[in-house]
């Protein structure tokens, strides 16, 4: 065989060798990513059928709650049965969620909602036995009234003027007392000031790296600096960060430490993102919370809220792009 023959035959076996390597290597990055979006299927399919569960756990519950409350107050069955509808409504909704739209935290959000509706019956409850006791104590009132009225007619009209007087005295202390109570809880709150907002990256060597970019990001960290309230001791206090997406959407898992807190002003449970408690002092103190939820982040501007003892301490926004 001819040298030019041997050097043809050695670049056709070369070239076959390379065209081999390419082949394997295609058919191994093939089988990593099949292999990915296995365990992502699986992990989803997990997650559904956890939430299909707490869903039918918190619905039937809900319904149990309702029941216990019926009584022989025709008003307040009507609002049960009323209520147990709305639950229907909201299961179904939250059905959907889960099987058509896929859309997981939603679900999550809205079974937190079913709750609610057994809180309202109950509060009802409360309040119509309240009104009750209320109406016998008024009742015995009068009729006690009625007969000291009869025994003693010449003092008849002075009772009447200072019960009427005390009654209005009562109604204007407790009003008064309500009043001076917001005052005093909506001076205790502490302000907060630098709200900064730091978003980074996770390097392979696990040090953080700065970035702005939505698709680049791991996490988000929101630090703030308490304000000076001369009406506070020091100890312990605790603030509550929301960080809202672009989409109007707060960030939150329970998971990761999400929660709920309740407004002071209206007694409204408000979902926050992370918590994180305090040494207060009077000179000012750093408190952070760090968001890594192992999913990508919107691009577009975050809004940020911090709050203490139910009102807002203070509020920011961050843009990613």
């Known amino acids: 065989m001819s040298q030019n023959s041997q050097q043809k035959l050695l670049a056709l076996a070369t070239v076959a060798i390379i065209a081999l390597l390419g082949l394997a ?27 299909k569960a707490e869903l039918e756990k918190e619905y039937y519950q809900a319904l149990s709650d309702l029941e216990e409350m019926r009584g022989n ?10 209520q147990k509808a709305e639950l229907k409504k909201q299961k179904d909704r939250i059905d959907g969620l889960i099987k058509t739209e896929k859309d997981l935290q939603k679900a999550r959000e809205e079974i937190a909602k079913l709750k609610i509706y057994v809180a309202e019956v109950e509060e009802l409850r ?43 005295e009562r109604d204007q202390l407790a009003e008064d007392k309500e009043t001076l109570e917001k005052k005093v809880d909506i001076a205790s709150s502490i302000k907060v000031s630098d709200i900064g907002v730091k978003a980074y990256k996770i390097k392979s060597s696990g040090k953080e790296s700065d970035s702005k970019s939505a698709k680049k990001i791991d996490g988000i960290e929101v630090c703030f600096m308490t304000t000076n309230n001369v009406i506070v001791s020091t100890g312990q ?85």
Do not use: H
């Not at 009625?146 to 007619?153: I, M, N, P």
């Open 237 to 321: 206090e605790m603030f509550y960060v929301r960080i809202i997406n672009p989409l109007g959407e707060l960030l939150a898992i329970q998971d990761l430490g999400s929660g709920n807190f309740k407004m002071n002003s209206t007694g409204e449970s408000v979902q926050y993102t992370q918590s994180v408690e305090l040494e207060y002092k009077p000179e000012p103190v750093k408190g952070c919370v760090n968001w890594q939820p192992g999913t990508a982040f919107e691009p577009g501007t975050y809004q940020v809220e911090v709050y203490n003892k139910g009102f807002i301490s203070g509020k920011a926004s961050f843009v990613l792009k």
């Open 25 to 51: 290597a295609f058919l191994i990055y093939t089988k990593v990513n099949q292999d990915k979006l296995i365990k992502k299927q699986s992990a989803e399919l997990i997650e559904e059928t956890r939430i």
């Open 73 to 82: 107050n025709s008003e307040l069955n009507a609002m049960i049965e009323t």
């Open 126 to 168: 409360k309040k119509n036995a309240s009104l009750q006791e209320s109406n016998a104590q008024l009742t015995g009132e009068r009729d006690e009234l009625v007969l000291q009225v009869q025994q003693e007619k010449l003092t008849n009209a002075e009772l009447t003027n200072t019960t009427t007087a005390l009654a209005t």
